[in-house]
C-alpha cells in the first residue's frame, strides 16, 4: 500500500514539474517574441534612422521611470507600455527640426533687446507726444518735453513706410528724420537691395555741426548674418571707423558670433575684437559679450504672460566700472496697466506706470526715479496721444 503511495505521489510531482517547465518556456518565448516586435517597430519608425544616442536614451529612461511612479510601493500595478512607443520619439529633439534648416540669428544690436526692454526708460518732467498717421506711408509726431534738469524742447518726428515685399516685415520704415528745437538732425534711410541684402544710412547733427555719418550693410543668409559698417570717414583727416559683425546659428537654441571695431587716425590706429553668444531657452534668453573692452551679460526670463524679469551685467576696462541692474515688468491686462521697476548697484531705484486709456487712443506714463547714493529724485508725467 505505501508503494503504491509513494509512486503516486511520484508521478504527480513529475506531471506538475513538466507542466511549470512547459509553462516558463512559454512565458519567456512570448515575452521574447513581444520584445523582438517592440524592437522592430522601433527601428522601422519613421525618422529614427536621424535618431541620436541621447534622444534614444532620453527615451528609455522616461519609459523606465514611468510606470516606477506608483508601483511597486503602492497596490496598483502599472500599465502596459511596451507594445507602443512614446509619442516624442517620433519627435526630433528641441534644438533640430524636420527640414534641417536653422533660424536666423538676427542683428548683432538686438542680442540683448529681449532684456533691456524689460527695464523702463527714464522719464522726467513733463512730455506731451501726439502721433498723428497721414496715410498708410506717412506718418508724424510731436514731442513737447518740459525739464527742469535740461533746456525744453520741441522735436518733430517723420516716418515715410514703405511696403516691403521681400523683408518678414510687410511695413519697414525707409526715411526716418527727426529735428529738434535746437537745429540738431537725426536721420536714417533704409533700402532692401534685395531678399537678403538691406543698406542703412544714419546722419547725425548737433545744431550745424556733422557729429556721425555712417554706412551699413548686412546681409541675412538662412543661418547667419553678416554686416559692415563704415563710420565718420574723413579722407583729409585720414580716419575711419570700421565695424564688422558675425553671427552664426548653431542650433536653433544656439548662436555664436563676433564683433570686430577697427580705428584708423592720423595718430592712432587699433581694433578691439568681442566674442558674443547667445543661449534661448523656451522662456529664457542669456547672452554674453566679452572682450578687451569689458563684458556685458544679460539673462531674461519669463515667468508666466505677466511677468517678466531682466537681470544685466557691464564691466568696462576703460572706465575700470562694473554694475548690475535687476528690471522686472508686469502686465495687467484687467486694468490695462504695463508696470516696470529696476533696481541697480550704484543704488537707484525707479519704476514707470503706463496706463491706457480706453476708448481714448492716449497712453499716461507716470515715473519716479530715485538716486539714494547722490541723494536725487527725478520725477515724470507723460502722455502719449495717437
Known sequence: MWLRTFWGMKLRLHIFWRWSSALNISILLKTFLCFGSFCLSTVRSPGSSHRTCGALMGSVLALAGAGRQNWPFSSDTPSPQW?????????PPRWERRDG??????????????????????????KMIVNKTLSSFFKASHTFHLSAVSPSQY??????RQSDSHGKDTDS???????????????????HLSERIRAKAVFQTQQAQFMTWQFETEYRGSDFTAAVTMANPDVLRESVILVAHFLQSVCSGLVLGGELVYHRGRHEEGG????????????????????????????????NKQIQVGVEFEA????????????YQMELPEANMVFRGMVNSRCI???????????????????????HRGDKLQVGLGINVG
Open 101 to 126: 534648416l536653422l533660424p536666423n540669428p538676427g542683428s548683432f544690436h538686438a542680442l540683448h533687446h529681449s532684456c533691456k526692454d524689460v527695464f523702463p526708460q527714464q522719464i522726467e518732467g513733463v
Open 349 to 371: 531705484i525707479g519704476g514707470v506706470l503706463e496706463k491706457s486709456l480706453s476708448p481714448l487712443p492716449a497712453t499716461l506714463l507716470i515715473g519716479a526715479f530715485v538716486n
Open 83 to 91: 507594445d507602443t512607443p512614446l509619442p516624442h520619439w517620433d519627435t
Open 316 to 327: 568696462s576696462t576703460r572706465t575700470q566700472e562694473t554694475s548690475a541692474s535687476f528690471g
Open 155 to 160: 522735436r518733430f518726428h517723420v516716418e515715410h
Open 272 to 303: 578691439i575684437l568681442t566674442l558674443a553668444g547667445q543661449y534661448s531657452g523656451p522662456n529664457w534668453v542669456a547672452t554674453l559679450n566679452a572682450g578687451k573692452g569689458g563684458a556685458h551679460a544679460s539673462y531674461y526670463h519669463r515667468a
Open 173 to 191: 520704415p525707409v526715411l526716418i528724420g527727426e529735428m529738434d528745437s535746437s537745429g540738431s538732425l537725426n536721420a536714417h534711410s533704409l533700402l
